[in-house]
């Protein structure tokens, strides 16, 4: 149903990112776009002055009543607001990415046909998320440049820098609008960004009730605050409980990191076959990340470093071959993955208490005494 009191006089297109992604899946495709977009156009048409329609393969053409003056901070406030929205709406029912292109204020029907080529052609012209065809005022383009930022840093995981720079957004704000309009238009754009947020933490792939709950939770203290001071203390919980998301959803994977290193070495020195070359850089290529992160996220997750728990798995190992007595001393410490038998021998006997040969020797002996020795301590 169209709830138009004002004729349309702006276009705005929303594009589904889905060639590569779903190139070999067309079932999942039609699934998954079909709902997010008839979730937008739901979205859309519970709004005056807005309606939308799907349109393949560009995904969402949406008509809406800027009652803005061209040009004015309002009108791109209100632009990229309801941007917002429908980008929030459509990564919420979909996991694909999503870009949308704004066209410029246009009268008349001729107009609005213009205003959608303009909004294509933005999004042809820019790789940002919202790409609009007219630039606004200076100090308004900086507060949208800070807010891309701070999602942008979000994005990248660096939660820190993304709070120190909300908060720096929010001053910023104030700054711009003065405190009279930061009731309003301030408002405003702070729930823009706060969807902004949102949408870069379902893409790291935050669970969507909880980040759902915690965007309308921030949204309605935002609307909800009478003073300054009580949007900025507002806008931080809002950005202080998408972060927390973020970081949770990170806690858990890290976690998963470090099991998988242990899994990985396990196997390692269960197969025989594989080449006696195992170390942290290869560890870290096969799980695709480098090897200080790799080191660090172990470091973090089981209070011992990976160089330390290696040297104690390839013992283990030794321990176990020393008690075939077919094998020489070289032997074990090149199927350990040492290539000097000497520096085998040190580390064998700073983690075991004994040297290889020793060991061999008395096996029970040496095992018992190291559970109260430099072993256990490791």
């Given at each position: 149903?169209?709830?138009?009191?004002?004729?349309?006089?702006?276009?705005?297109?929303?594009?589904?990112?889905?060639?590569?992604?779903?190139?070999?899946?067309?079932?999942?495709?039609?699934?998954?776009?079909?709902?997010?977009?008839?979730?937008?156009?739901?979205?859309?048409?519970?709004?005056?002055?807005?309606?939308?329609?799907?349109?393949?393969?560009?995904?969402?053409?949406?008509?809406?009543?800027?009652?803005g003056k061209p040009g004015h901070a309002a009108s791109r406030l209100h632009a990229h607001h309801l941007a917002n929205r429908i980008?929030?709406?459509?990564?919420?029912?979909?996991?694909?990415?999503?870009?949308?292109?704004?066209?410029?204020?246009?009268?008349?029907?001729?107009?609005?046909?213009?205003?959608?080529?303009?909004?294509?052609?933005?999004?042809?012209?820019?790789?940002?998320?919202?790409?609009?065809?007219?630039?606004?005022?200076?100090?308004?383009?900086?507060?949208?440049?800070?807010?891309?930022?701070?999602?942008?840093?979000?994005?990248?995981?660096?939660?820190?820098?993304?709070?120190?720079?909300?908060?720096?957004?929010?001053?910023?704000?104030?700054?711009?609008?003065?405190?009279?309009?930061?009731?309003?238009?301030?408002?405003?754009?702070?729930?823009?960004?706060?969807?902004?947020?949102?949408?870069?933490?379902?893409?790291?792939?935050?669970?969507?009730?909880?980040?759902?709950?915690?965007?309308?939770?921030?949204?309605?203290?935002?609307?909800?605050?009478?003073?300054?001071?009580?949007?900025?203390?507002?806008?931080?919980?809002?950005?202080?409980?998408?972060?927390?998301?973020?970081?949770?959803?990170?806690?858990?994977?890290?976690?998963?990191?470090?099991?998988?290193?242990?899994?990985?070495?396990?196997?390692?020195?269960?197969?025989?076959?594989?080449?006696?070359?195992?170390?942290?850089?290869?560890?870290?290529?096969?799980?695709?990340?480098?090897?200080?992160?790799?080191?660090?996220?172990?470091?973090?997750?089981?209070?011992?470093?990976?160089?330390?728990?290696?040297?104690?798995?390839?013992?283990?190992?030794?321990?176990?071959?020393?008690?075939?007595?077919?094998?020489?001393?070289?032997?074990?410490?090149?199927?350990?993955?040492?290539?000097?038998?000497?520096?085998?021998?040190?580390?064998?006997?700073k983690l075991q208490g004994c040297s290889p040969r020793e060991f061999r020797r008395n096996p029970h002996a040496f095992t018992q005494s190291a559970a109260a020795g430099?072993?256990?301590?490791?």
């Amino acid at each position: 149903m169209l709830r138009f009191n004002r004729p349309p006089n702006r276009s705005l297109v929303a594009k589904l990112e889905w060639q590569e992604a779903y190139a070999e899946k067309p079932g999942r495709f039609d699934v998954k776009v079909a709902a997010a977009l008839r979730a937008a156009e739901d979205l859309c048409g519970e709004m005056e002055n807005v309606t939308a329609c799907s349109m393949r393969p560009v995904g969402l053409c949406v008509f809406f009543h800027d009652a803005g003056k061209p040009g004015h901070a309002a009108s791109r406030l209100h632009a990229h607001h309801l941007a917002n929205r429908i980008l929030f709406c459509l990564t919420e029912h979909c996991e694909l990415p999503a870009r949308i292109g704004i066209g410029g204020r246009r009268a008349g029907w001729e107009g609005l046909r213009q205003s959608y080529h303009e909004a294509c052609g933005a999004l042809l012209r820019s790789n940002e998320t919202i790409a609009e065809y007219r630039k606004g005022d200076a100090p308004l383009t900086e507060l949208f440049v800070l807010a891309q930022e701070v999602a942008q840093l979000l994005a990248g995981v660096r939660l820190a820098e993304a709070r120190q720079r909300a908060a720096s957004l929010s001053a910023l704000v104030t700054e711009r609008y003065g405190a009279r309009a930061m009731l309003s238009t301030g408002k405003l754009f702070l729930c823009s960004a706060l969807d902004s947020l949102s949408v870069a933490a379902r893409g790291l792939g935050c669970p969507q009730e909880a980040l759902a709950a915690a965007h309308h939770r921030g949204v309605t203290e935002l609307d909800g605050s009478a003073t300054v001071l009580d949007i900025h203390e507002a806008w931080l919980r809002a950005v202080d409980a998408v972060i927390e998301q973020v970081r949770l959803l990170y806690a858990g994977k890290q976690q998963k990191v470090a099991e998988r290193i242990k899994q990985l070495v396990q196997e390692y020195f269960r197969d025989r076959s594989l080449p006696r070359t195992f170390s942290i850089p290869a560890i870290a290529a096969s799980l695709g990340i480098s090897a200080g992160r790799l080191s660090r996220i172990f470091k973090q997750q089981t209070g011992e470093t990976l160089e330390g728990f290696l040297m104690r798995s390839r013992t283990e190992l030794a321990k176990r071959l020393l008690l075939d007595p077919v094998s020489s001393i070289a032997e074990v410490a090149r199927q350990c993955g040492y290539s000097d038998p000497a520096y085998f021998s040190r580390v064998f006997r700073k983690l075991q208490g004994c040297s290889p040969r020793e060991f061999r020797r008395n096996p029970h002996a040496f095992t018992q005494s190291a559970a109260a020795g430099p072993a256990a301590s490791q």
